[in-house]
């Protein structure tokens, strides 16, 4: 969306700017409570359904977007606490949203008010989807009203924005504030398959020791896409991790593909080279979280719960192991099932028993080994909607199904984790099961993105299916 952009009109040395209005839908008001500021001098107005909307839902049970609607409301609040009726609806300045000394405004509009016309084609808003006809009438009603201005409603919804168009709306966009990338191959993936001969194309290298590890020094220009914790290998045998990055330099450590393909985590060992590149992150001291993303069955929660329970049975790291997920739509109350947290979100966390067993499959009794390892890696199963307050020390972290959160959920999630701390986020982008959320705008995507640069951030896109040659052939092919 090109929320920034203006439409300037020369006249002598003046430059003059035409505002552009934005019909704001109450998704995208959830997705990003501080929305209203996010398009820079132009005019943002939010139908008085969008209020009600969002009265509604913030004494919702569901903590998650509750809590967005409560700050979306704060933050309209803030701007149009001191103004009057009349100014409300004309439109109120919003703090924070300047843009070359111009600031842009916040108006309610009363679409209880809007009546049915024969100039404007009103939607019906008797009928169930009565809410998004009255916030589409909204910005037809401003379109007729401003025929020479850009009038845009601005949609999370694809089903609203195609009967928006159908209804004669020239502009309709969803709200792409948050996306930190124009194509979704272009994510980070932590590693980078350099073709030929590596060192062919460095013009100058320097060696240098730093305690008990050797460092090759080459100029960061040779190497523009690299970030810290990634891998850089080529056609021959070369093999390398970024240390570090300054301002001039990038720094090296060589590592060999058999020492990564040796690496072991509680029995268990890599089927290929991103899994065994996976595990050197999970093991890197200097790693506080790390970020794993690549296609169902590609092993990403079984490296993870293996580390866990290797770093707290054998190397004794951490004090417990903590697996969280966030609770699908269907059941975004978990208190209709019975039992204690853990047993509530037994059902939502079964791939992890079933690594379990996976893991201890060939003991004489499985099942007794389960519950063994579960007692003594203090391994409990935490719902992400109850997370929040909270502070983790000393804990391993898993946080699976990453990929339907926002960018809000999962900052509120990494800022729980506390002091000698690790936390593992997992996702599969091809999975989304968020109506509202896309590959672009994920908070995983998100995530990736904001902390590739990040010293103590690895991460790690683990390709190839192992999970069967039948789950390799649906993921390709169905």
């Not at 996306?179 to 980078?192: F, H, M, S, T």
């Not at 001039?248 to 590592?255: K, Q």
Request: charged share 25%; proline share 4%; aromatic share 6%.
């Amino acid at each position: 969306m090109d929320s920034g952009s203006t439409l300037r009109v020369e006249k002598s040395n003046l430059k003059p700017v035409i505002k552009k209005t934005y019909v704001l839908d109450t998704n995208v008001l959830l997705h990003d409570p501080t929305a209203i500021a996010a398009f820079n001098e132009h005019h943002v107005v939010i139908p008085m359904t969008v209020l009600e909307e969002l009265d509604h839902i913030k004494d919702r049970r569901d903590k998650t977007v509750s809590r967005e609607a409560r700050i979306a409301i704060q933050m309209i609040d803030k701007v149009v606490d001191a103004a009057t009726p009349q100014e409300i609806q004309a439109g109120v300045e919003v703090p924070g949203s300047s843009m070359e000394g111009l600031l842009g405004t916040l108006a309610i509009y009363p679409d209880q008010l809007l009546t049915d016309s024969t100039e404007i084609p009103f939607l019906d808003a008797t009928q169930d989807q009565a809410n998004d006809n009255r916030i589409i009438n909204v910005a037809l009603r401003l379109q007729a009203e401003r025929p020479s201005e850009f009038v845009c409603l601005v949609t999370k919804d694809i089903n609203m924005r195609i009967k928006a168009k159908g209804s004669g709306l020239l502009h309709v966009e969803d709200y792409r504030r948050d996306r930190v990338l124009d194509d979704i191959d272009l994510l980070a993936k932590g590693y980078e398959h350099l073709e030929g001969d590596f060192w062919a194309g460095i013009s100058e290298v320097d060696t240098l020791r730093e305690g008990d590890c050797t460092l090759h020094r080459v100029p960061r220009k040779s190497l523009p896409a690299a970030y810290p914790n990634m891998f850089l290998f080529d056609d021959n045998d070369f093999m390398a991790f970024v240390k570090r990055i300054d301002s001039d330099y990038v720094y090296l450590r060589c590592d060999s593909r058999d020492n990564l393909m040796h690496r072991r985590f509680w029995g268990l060992a890599p089927r290929n080279l991103e899994q065994a590149m996976a595990m050197a992150l999970l093991e890197d001291d200097n790693v506080d979280m790390t970020v794993m993303t690549g296609p169902a069955g590609s092993g990403k929660t079984l490296l993870a719960l293996a580390y866990g329970l290797h770093a707290i049975l054998e190397q004794k790291r951490y004090n417990k192991l903590i697996v969280a997920r966030s609770t699908p739509p269907i059941a975004e109350d978990i208190g209709f099932l019975p039992g204690t947290e853990e047993e509530k979100m037994a059902p939502w966390l079964a791939a992890f028993d079933d690594n379990l067993e996976i893991l201890h499959g060939a003991d004489e009794s499985c099942h007794g080994s389960i519950d063994y390892v579960k007692e003594r890696a203090n391994i409990q199963f935490k719902s992400l909607n109850f997370m929040r307050g909270r502070s983790f020390n000393n804990a391993y972290i898993i946080i699976d199904e990453s990929q339907g959160l926002t960018q809000f959920q999962l900052k509120s999630v990494i800022s729980r984790v506390g002091a000698d701390s690790k936390i593992v986020v997992l996702g599969n982008l091809a999975q989304i099961d968020n109506k509202y959320i896309s590959p672009l705008t994920s908070g995983l995507t998100y995530l990736v993105e904001k902390s590739k640069a990040y010293p103590h951030a690895g991460i790690m896109h683990v390709n190839g299916i192992v999970r069967s040659r039948l789950a390799a052939f649906a993921e390709e092919n169905l």
